[in-house]
Each structure stands twice: as structure tokens, then as C-alpha cells.
């Protein structure tokens, strides 16, 4: 039995070996995963499915890291992103200007610091979708909208979180 909500992890890196190995690991403890080998691959994924979390390696070939969390961020606004670095430091990833990763983790990655990460991610976009999900409700409430008016930006507002 797990401790934790649904969480929907979304990995993205391009050793085949590490996916696997993260993936089994996460998905014993209840965590729902997708792995991809691209960024590519994980746009395209992101456009099919919401994800909670994604961990995504700094350094692939095609669209690095840093562009694909910000595809990804572009597609899913809500989605935390936790960047795994093997080549250099932490203190480099942040100087590529990606300040909006929820956290950065060296590889090797430890397992338990990963889960706690992707933990503590989850409850982050929790707070932060909750916030806005009302603060549009309140807008449409204010709004005055007729019953289709009302339906409409209901609809919209299950699309955009993934509720549909």
C-alpha cells in the first residue's frame, strides 16, 4: 500500500539503463511513470497526457534540458521539473538561466533524495494549480456568465487541468 496520491512522473533522459532502473524503482512505490529518451519524445508525450512531475536530464542529445522543461512548462504551466546533472555542477545549471527547475539533483542520482524530490514537487504543483483553480473559479463566478457561458469555461477549465 502506498503513502501517496496518484503521482504521474514523466522521465527524461536518454541512458536507456538509468530509465529503467528509475522507472521500477518509482513505479514499486506506487508512482505512475512514463519514460522517454528525448526531449523530443517528451513534448510529444506532454501534449497526450498531464504529468505532475517531470525529471529531466540537463544534458541529451537534440533538445537539451533546459529547452525541454521550458517546452514542457509551456504545454503543462503547472508541471514541477526536477533536473538531473551529471556533467558539471549545480551552480553551472542554475547559470544557464534555468532558475524555474523545482529542484537539481547530481547524478548518480540517489534514490531516496529523487523520491522526496518528486514528493515535495507534487505537493508544490498541488498549491500552486489549487491557487489558481480558484482564483478562476472566483473570475467566472464574478463574470456574470449565462448557464452556456458557465458550461463553456467550465470545460475549459477541465481541459486545461487535465480532468477531462
Known sequence: ?????????????DEETLLEYLSKRLLKLGFTVKATFSGEQAIEVA?????????????MPGID???????????QPFLQCIVLTGHGSIESALESGQEDAFQYLLKPVDHDDLVAAIREAHKKKTEVQDAKFREQLDQIHK???GAHGM?????????IYGLE
Open 1 to 13: 500500500m502506498t503513502d501517496q496520491p496518484n503521482i504521474r512522473v514523466l522521465l527524461v533522459d
Open 47 to 59: 501534449k497526450e497526457e498531464h504529468y505532475d512531475v517531470a525529471v529531466v536530464d540537463l544534458k
Open 65 to 75: 534540458g533546459v529547452e525541454t522543461q521550458k517546452r514542457l512548462r509551456q504545454i
Open 143 to 145: 463574470s456574470g456568465l
Open 151 to 159: 458550461r463553456k469555461a467550465i470545460a475549459d477549465l477541465r481541459k
